[in-house]
């Protein structure tokens, strides 16, 4: 007995011994799930697959899943659902959608002649409009703003056209049997001409007037915020990146959105670097503010009666993002 007591004594002081080091190690830190980011093809915003397949991502410490979309107003009924982290956009979109509590934390680029109007041979100024049938890209369209602009300095309205609801990627399809003319982007925009279409204006003729953005979920900026500071620092280091090492990066891109590297192009898409975004969230008065254009987009959406609420631009860019690394703004 006393040596069957002996034994058991042992076995206990070593399953001991064994819990002892398990239980005072450090706990093991949760992984966050992956950001879901919505983007759409789109020259301004091809650095997501940058930082995805260079390591950019993982280098910064966050965990990132790209979602390609196939129809760009996608984006935005799926990040309303909250089935997105943070979406591509136009800020004119998102803030026609300013019910959402979001968060614009960077602007990726200006459109600087990369998307326009597209029309028939037939049509030779934007007068010739009047009475055609043009597709814009839905609801939310900040296509509809670049149209009605172009459109008043010729002395005509939104009324004179016929506005059809037919998406970017699916304008050359449409045409001529549909609709006369469509307003599209890169890489579409090009396959316009080759295919024997004109190019009747580009956002070249309006300077400043579309930027595009990265908007997170204001959730997920609140419970968050250092995964997407390492998105935003990933960001940049991919951008600056693919516009050190253009072969390789447009090989890339190619590689992952089924394209030509020869369809790569930056022509008419000016890249917002983290010094352009630090003066772009500065409120002022000028073609480059966010606040300035984000403003006028507003006064827009909202004289046409496409809502009647007027978000707060206030509320919805946050620059603290795009503080971090690299020269601050004089």
């Not at 993982?58 to 984006?75: F, N």
Request: net charge negative.
């Amino acid at each position: 007995m006393q040596k069957l007591l002996s034994c058991l004594l042992v076995l206990i002081m070593a399953a001991t011994a064994a819990l002892i080091p398990a239980c005072s190690q450090e706990p093991q830190p949760v992984q966050s799930k992956p950001l879901r980011v919505g983007w759409f093809l789109w020259p301004g915003w091809y650095p997501i697959v940058i930082a995805k397949e260079k390591g950019f991502f993982d280098k910064h410490g966050v965990q990132v899943e790209p979602v390609l979309y196939t129809a760009y107003t996608d984006i935005f009924s799926d990040f309303a659902a909250a089935k997105l982290d943070a979406a591509h956009g136009g800020l004119y979109e998102l803030l026609k959608s300013s019910t959402l509590d979001m968060k614009v934390v960077l602007a990726t680029d200006n459109s600087d002649g990369a998307e326009g109007v597209v029309v028939i041979p037939e049509i030779k100024t934007p007068a010739d409009l009047a009475g055609k049938r043009i597709g814009i890209q839905g609801a939310l369209s900040g296509s509809e703003f670049i149209i009605t602009t172009l459109l008043r300095r010729y002395g005509l309205s939104r009324n004179d056209l016929i506005l059809v609801d037919v998406g970017p990627e699916i304008v050359l399809e449409t045409m001529p049997e549909q609709i006369q003319g469509g307003y599209t982007w890169e890489p579409f925009l090009s396959k316009a001409k080759e295919k024997g279409y004109r190019v009747l204006f580009t956002t070249a003729d309006t300077p400043g007037m579309v930027p595009d953005v990265i908007v997170f979920q204001g959730a997920v900026v609140k419970e968050r915020r250092a995964d997407v500071q390492a998105f935003v620092d990933a960001w940049f280091e991919a951008q600056e990146y693919w516009l050190a090492h253009r072969q390789e990066g447009d090989a890339i891109i190619a590689k992952a959105t089924g394209q030509r590297p020869e369809d790569i192009s930056l022509e008419g898409c000016r890249i917002l670097s983290r010094r352009d975004n630090q003066k772009a969230f500065i409120s002022e008065a000028a073609p480059s503010s966010l606040f300035d254009t984000g403003a006028k987009q507003i006064a827009f959406f909202i004289s046409i009666g496409d809502a009647s609420m007027a978000p707060d631009l206030n509320a919805v860019l946050d620059p603290s993002f795009v503080q971090g690394s690299g020269d601050a703004v004089q």
